[in-house]
């Protein structure tokens, strides 16, 4: 894996260089003008860090600061020169680094690659399987429980007030019909108002799977809404 970035000779796009850059350039003028610069800046966050500013200037060039920047520079080429003396080989007329990691404990390959591919989206793959099967639970419980399938009876209702006078009228014409013309009245017949009754029950039926379909629906989806909007409170809350 190393050796693959090292033949790599542009590993920087342009935009890193210019976020890179950029930041090294404004450390220079931050340091040149730091109480025009550097103070302002403090100030300006003293409000959002419930600070109060300092009662007197800082002296930043003043001999005790330069001796301990001094001291953090000295610090840095000593540590500096050490590395390029002890971990830097000669290979093929060029000093380069010397990698003292074994290879057989390298972080990336023991750790975060099993780690990022592995096992966090097999705990995923578990959690997500998990809440998929408790929306299945939640919403069986809810089948069985507030919306129940209605039981069908076994006589059904002879219908309502208006199937009933409309039924009786249509029976009475059809005996008036027949009696007019002589004809004869059959054993078994059904009457108007029971099959009103029936078509009755059919339209009723078929609103109630309509409506309870309906109201299916919208309570998912408040579900559903409900947890889209805790997700993005705790987004924001970050």
Not at 160 to 174: I, K, P
Not at 213 to 228: A, D, E
Request: aromatic letters at 10%.
């Amino acid at each position: 894996m190393q050796a693959r970035f090292d033949s790599m000779k542009r590993y920087l796009s342009p935009m890193g260089m210019f976020a890179i850059g950029g930041s090294a350039v404004i450390l220079p003028l931050l340091g040149l003008l730091p109480n025009r610069l550097s103070d302002g800046i403090a100030d300006m966050g003293q409000s959002f860090m419930n600070l109060e500013s300092s009662a007197h200037t800082v002296h930043y060039f003043s001999p005790v600061n330069l001796k301990g920047g001094l001291i953090s520079i000295a610090i840095g080429l000593v540590l500096y020169l050490a590395i390029r003396k002890f971990l830097m080989r000669s290979r093929d007329g060029v000093r380069v680094y010397q990698d003292c990691w074994p290879k057989w404990w390298d972080v990336e390959e023991l750790l975060y690659r099993p780690l990022l591919l592995t096992i966090l989206p097999f705990i995923a793959r578990v959690i997500c399987r998990i809440l998929d099967s408790l929306v299945d639970g939640v919403i069986l419980a809810l089948r069985k429980s507030i919306f129940r399938d209605r039981k069908i009876p076994h006589e059904l209702a002879e219908g309502s007030e208006f199937t009933h006078l409309l039924g009786a009228c249509l029976d009475l014409l059809r005996r008036v019909k027949r009696r007019i013309l002589r004809q004869p009245e059959p054993e078994h017949e059904v009457s108007y108002e029971h099959k009103l009754a029936l078509q009755r029950e059919k339209f009723v039926e078929t609103n109630a799977i309509i409506q309870r379909s309906l109201s299916f629906g919208l309570l998912l989806f408040y579900v559903g809404l409900v947890f889209t909007l805790i997700y993005l409170l705790y987004l924001g809350n970050l």
